[in-house]
């Protein structure tokens, strides 16, 4: 599809949320169509991001999402402090986000795409994304039905750094560990390498700008995981092979008032949906290279979309809900995830050269 028949596509479906649905969701929509072209466009992809820096010493996509980082807390976390209307993006410390990190960093290199890449890059058209999308929604589900159990393993409080240490201290301390990250990743490239790249860096500031803008229409972080969960969820109760008030997470009030609402209403499905439209969008004059895969690449990249999916639920989110908003809204889940994911990343990107994805 050409670009002007797309963005009338668009401008249809921002009306028709706007009428029917609400204002808020219709610019929600916005939103993520603007997520979609930036991602698409900068192919900002935080899994390629990671594996560049471990295969090549090449420190630019992990520049970016440093810069996008700091940007995005510089704004979120005095907003939180002055609204109290938003809502950070809190998750316990435990077993669960743990083995969830580690096991999501590792597929994701695998799949080639975290929770957002597999969208955007869907909507770029490249077939495993396509493929792994509904297997992603799938394993989703299945992680939410399954939570309790893990964090049965072991579990403790959400900690806030806004909450301990007041809005300045956890900006304060977002900022020095985020410095702290460069040093190390310095010592880990050693010298003579480029550190920035334009397409980063703008994808970088727009990103944060849409983040924000987000938490301001939505009243909370960017999220891409929980729309995946519940469109499957919503599926199987359609289906009568699922029933919500047995399960621990599902029962819980907010979700079972999603499961009976239209899918339209949840904020983080709008924003997949306009994720999935802005970058096809984009592909229409820049589609996305993809070279033939094996039978074998095909199994293994599935299955790792759907383990992908799983293990996301238990982590409380993919590198936009537990990274990008758990950082940037000052929460110590979000930094316990960082170090897990990129030690799943060290073997995944092992795996992905064994089978010469």
């Not at 479906?13 to 991602?39: D, P, T």
């Not at 996509?61 to 807390?73: D, F, I, P």
């Not at 092979?241 to 239209?262: E, H, I, M, V």
Request: hydrophobic share 55%.
């Amino acid at each position: 599809m050409k670009r002007l028949p797309m963005a009338a596509l668009l401008a249809a479906f921002f009306i028709f949320l706007a009428l029917s649905v609400s204002i808020r969701q219709a610019m929600l929509m916005l939103v993520g169509v603007g997520m979609g072209a930036v991602l698409a466009g900068a192919r900002f992809g935080f899994t390629a991001g990671w594996r560049q820096l471990i295969e090549q010493r090449n420190p630019q996509g992990v520049s970016g999402q440093v810069l996008l980082l700091a940007l995005a807390s510089l704004a979120a976390l005095p907003l939180l402090g002055q609204f109290s209307e938003l809502h950070a993006a809190l998750g316990p410390p435990s077993v669960s986000l743990l083995i969830g990190a580690f096991v999501f960093g590792l597929t994701m290199q695998i799949a080639d795409g975290c929770g957002s890449g597999t969208l955007y890059k869907a909507g770029l058209g490249v077939p495993l994304n396509m493929g792994i999308l509904p297997l992603f929604a799938l394993g989703s589900f299945l992680g939410s039905v399954h939570l309790d159990a893990w964090l049965s393993l072991g579990q403790t409080a959400p900690v806030s750094f806004s909450a301990s240490l007041g809005t300045g201290g956890a900006l304060a301390l977002t900022l020095a560990l985020l410095a702290g990250v460069l040093v190390t990743v310095r010592l880990w490239v050693g010298a003579g390498q480029t550190w920035f790249n334009k397409r980063w860096l703008w994808g970088a500031v727009a990103l944060a700008v849409l983040a924000t803008l987000n938490l301001l229409l939505a009243g909370q972080p960017w999220g891409v995981v929980y729309g995946f969960g519940l469109w499957a969820a919503k599926g199987a109760v359609a289906l009568g092979s699922f029933d919500p008030t047995s399960n621990g997470f599902w029962s819980q009030a907010g979700n079972t008032q999603r499961l009976t609402q239209s899918v339209l209403m949840d904020v983080t499905t709008i924003t997949n949906i306009g994720i999935l439209g802005g970058a096809l969008w984009v592909s229409a004059k820049s589609p996305a290279d993809s070279k033939p895969l094996t039978t074998q690449q095909w199994v293994i990249g599935l299955v790792a979309g759907f383990v992908m999916g799983y293990s996301s639920r238990l982590a409380f989110g993919c590198n936009i809900g537990a990274m990008l908003s758990g950082i940037s809204t000052g929460s110590l889940h979000g930094w316990i995830w960082v170090p897990m994911a990129f030690a799943g990343t060290l073997i995944g990107v092992r795996v992905r050269r064994h089978y010469q994805f």
